[in-house]
């Protein structure tokens, strides 16, 4: 306030003039309803707030690899349904949770990118960086992931070996602004995105 000027510009140069946000919110829901169900809950906001991108959680979400659906070809179906419901222009995402192996993590991304899916967030377990990277090598759809990191080595591993083109560090849980924004730099000189 005493500087009259936006938070970002103390911080440093101005990236973005507007804010791109998405809806990933009905957490529980997104996975505990029927796809039809949980994509009218989703199609209801992105009305509501006239949302251009909206993320989906694919899998059990448990963090364990399982390779475990709430349904048998949810994730599937709900991958197909939700390009048929939100159309070629609305920007589609989704979130393993680390739901999945390798080998899984790859069979769902092939179909992510059948349907022209933007990201694929966390498939493998949050802190398996080398099978992560094994995925990442083997798909063409951008890979999203580091919101449950916590250590800036940790960050400099995945930046360095981008096993995310899409770098997630989040600002509460990673320790900040200062430290998420030492992340940024890493990625922004690897040529890489952020998206806090």
Do not use: C
């Amino acid at each position: 306030k005493i500087a009259n000027l936006p938070a970002g510009l103390l911080l440093g140069d101005l990236k973005n003039t507007e804010a791109e946000i998405y809806l990933g919110h009905h957490f529980v829901n997104l996975r505990q309803l029927e796809p039809e169900d949980s994509l009218d809950l989703m199609m209801r906001d992105v009305i509501k707030t006239e949302a251009k991108a909206v993320k989906l959680r694919a899998g059990r979400g448990d963090n364990l690899a399982t390779d475990i659906d709430n349904a048998p070809g949810r994730t599937e179906k709900l991958i197909k349904l939700a390009r048929e419901v939100f159309g070629d222009d609305m920007v589609l995402m989704i979130d393993g949770n680390g739901s999945y192996s390798v080998k899984e993590a790859i069979r769902i991304g092939h179909i992510l990118e059948e349907y022209n899916y933007a990201f694929y967030e966390e498939p493998i377990p949050w802190d398996w960086y080398q099978e992560q990277k094994q995925v990442e090598l083997a798909l063409d759809i951008p890979m999203a992931g580091g919101e449950e990191e916590f250590g800036m080595h940790a960050f400099r591993y995945l930046v360095g070996n981008r096993v995310f083109q899409i770098v997630q560090p989040d600002l509460f849980y990673f320790g900040g602004m200062i430290r998420t924004m030492k992340v940024a730099r890493m990625a922004e000189a690897a040529g890489l995105q952020v998206q806090e």
